[in-house]
């Protein structure tokens, strides 16, 4: 439902693009795309650009990068929007055939964060593959209702997952909000499957930018929600690893991807959707699973 809708919204806006450009420019064909493809380029900047803002309101300390830092990061940042957005999310069947799992005693499951799909992980899950380790993923929809009602997904695919494999556990990978949903996994049904869980970027105290998302989980994820506040009163029951960006654009205060109890791994001048795509998250977690 994500890509498709998604793909579908994507046609639509650059329709009305076209249109606009057609109808207020007197454009010719040919303009009104190259119009309608900039429009759309610089949307996304513009998105960009909010969250950072929001970023340097709810900033805590990081380390200082250097202006190119900043450049580079920025940059990343857009463009990894612009292909996960653009590209990715849309025409994911292109970019994600259906899992490969085999027997394996210890599979991964990778899960996602909010508004997206199983797609973000098409780097990520041909550097895990290319390791050797055999790798599922799945899709929580729908997009924007209460984290809960996602979990029996989640605990839906372990099962399937095991099953396959012929694995006792799997190990949680999350990004974002999936980190949520994990841990609020672990604390409905418990850690019979899970060995270890690690959060790539997770609100794990939430997000200042919540508040102007969309949606049952956005408002879950708002810091101080009291969502928020049951699913930190309970353990984590399992190992747990904290990959975090402290100049994360999306998840601010940057801290609030500390989660208490688990390892501690900083990956600094990373912006939040551009994690997805650095090979150091790629070694980062690698290490985390050994």
Same mark, same amino acid.
């Given at each position: 439902?994500?890509?498709?809708?998604?793909?579908?919204?994507?046609?639509?806006?650059?329709?009305?693009?076209?249109?606009?450009?057609?109808?207020? $420019?007197?454009? /010719?064909?040919?303009?009104?795309?190259?119009?309608?493809?900039?429009?759309?380029?610089?949307?996304?900047?513009?998105?960009?650009?909010?969250?950072?803002?929001?970023?340097?309101?709810?900033? /805590?300390?990081?380390?200082?990068?250097?202006?190119?830092?900043? $450049?580079?990061?920025?940059?990343?940042?857009?463009?990894?929007?612009?292909?996960?957005?653009?590209?990715?999310?849309?025409?994911?069947?292109?970019?994600?055939?259906?899992?490969?799992?085999?027997?394996?005693?210890?599979?991964?499951?990778l899960v996602h964060g909010y508004g997206?799909?199983?797609?973000?992980?098409?780097?990520?899950?041909?550097?895990?593959?290319?390791?050797?380790?055999?790798? /599922?993923?799945?899709?929580?929809?729908?997009?924007?209702?209460?984290?809960?009602?996602?979990?029996?997904?989640?605990?839906?695919?372990?099962?399937?997952?095991?099953?396959?494999?012929?694995?006792?556990?799997?190990?949680?990978?999350?990004?974002?909000?999936?980190?949520?949903?994990?841990?609020?996994?672990? /604390?409905?049904?418990?850690?019979?499957?899970?060995?270890?869980?690690?959060?790539?970027?997770?609100?794990?105290?939430?997000?200042?930018?919540?508040?102007?998302?969309?949606?049952?989980?956005?408002?879950?994820?708002?810091?101080?929600?009291?969502?928020?506040?049951?699913?930190?009163?309970?353990?984590?029951?399992?190992?747990?690893?904290? $990959?975090?960006?402290?100049?994360?654009?999306?998840?601010?205060?940057?801290?609030?991807?500390?989660?208490?109890?688990?390892?501690?791994?900083?990956?600094?001048?990373?912006?939040?959707?551009?994690?997805?795509?650095?090979?150091?998250?790629?070694?980062?977690?690698?290490?985390?699973?050994?």
């Amino acid at each position: 439902m994500v890509p498709l809708g998604l793909l579908i919204g994507l046609a639509l806006e650059m329709a009305a693009y076209v249109a606009a450009a057609r109808h207020f $420019l007197g454009a /010719s064909w040919d303009l009104a795309a190259l119009v309608a493809i900039a429009a759309l380029f610089g949307l996304r900047a513009v998105i960009v650009a909010v969250t950072w803002t929001f970023a340097a309101i709810f900033r /805590s300390p990081a380390p200082r990068l250097t202006p190119w830092g900043w $450049l580079h990061m920025v940059v990343g940042e857009y463009l990894a929007f612009l292909l996960t957005f653009v590209a990715v999310l849309p025409f994911e069947r292109l970019w994600m055939p259906v899992d490969r799992l085999s027997p394996n005693p210890r599979p991964l499951l990778l899960v996602h964060g909010y508004g997206c799909s199983r797609g973000v992980w098409w780097r990520l899950r041909r550097q895990l593959e290319a390791a050797g380790y055999i790798v /599922s993923t799945v899709s929580l929809v729908p997009p924007y209702t209460h984290i809960g009602k996602l979990v029996p997904l989640l605990q839906e695919r372990i099962e399937e997952t095991c099953r396959t494999t012929g694995a006792e556990r799997v190990v949680l990978v999350a990004h974002s909000m999936g980190g949520l949903v994990c841990r609020s996994y672990l /604390s409905r049904f418990g850690a019979a499957r899970v060995e270890r869980l690690v959060t790539l970027a997770s609100p794990h105290a939430g997000s200042a930018l919540a508040r102007i998302g969309i949606g049952a989980n956005a408002r879950e994820m708002e810091p101080g929600s009291r969502w928020l506040a049951d699913l930190a009163a309970e353990s984590l029951r399992v190992p747990a690893v904290s $990959l975090r960006t402290p100049h994360d654009n999306f998840v601010m205060p940057q801290d609030n991807q500390r989660l208490p109890g688990a390892q501690d791994v900083e990956l600094a001048g990373i912006g939040h959707l551009a994690v997805l795509y650095a090979d150091r998250t790629a070694a980062a977690l690698l290490a985390a699973l050994r």
